[in-house]
Nanobody, 112 residues
Framework: QVQLVESGGGLVQAGGSLRLSCTAS????????MGWYRQAPGQQRELVAF???????NYADSVKGRFTISRDNVKNTVYLQMNSLKSEDAAVYYC??????WGRGTQVTVSS
């Protein structure tokens, strides 16, 4: 069974930073692109960023320049460094591994 275990969510003031982590099984991590999606109340789940096994990255326009995705191939972990957080970044953030593996989600709350 594929497991994606997320951590790092929480409450932060607008303008602050958080780092999300997602650890996967070695088989999944080493052979698949991984990324982060988010879903705010009443909205569809949307892609935030993904990273390929070759460390190529892609970001949603709304987070470019503020968020950075990276992967640690020793720890089988993907990170999402979120800086300059805005109220509109508040959502449940889900770790994803290609093609359709999901974590349970971690809540990010941004206070103004």
């Amino acid at each position: 069974q594929v497991q994606l275990v997320e951590s790092g969510g929480g409450l932060v003031q607008a303008g602050g930073s958080l780092r999300l982590s997602c650890t996967a099984s070695r088989v999944i991590f080493s052979t698949n692109s991984m990324g982060w999606y988010r879903q705010a109340p009443g909205q569809q789940r949307e892609l935030v960023a993904f990273i390929t096994t070759g460390s190529g990255t892609n970001y949603a326009d709304s987070v470019k320049g503020r968020f950075t995705i990276s992967r640690d191939n020793v720890k089988n972990t993907v990170y999402l460094q979120m800086n300059s957080l805005k109220s509109e970044d508040a959502a449940v953030y889900y770790c994803w591994a290609f093609p359709k593996y999901w974590g349970r989600g971690t809540q990010v709350t941004v206070s103004s």
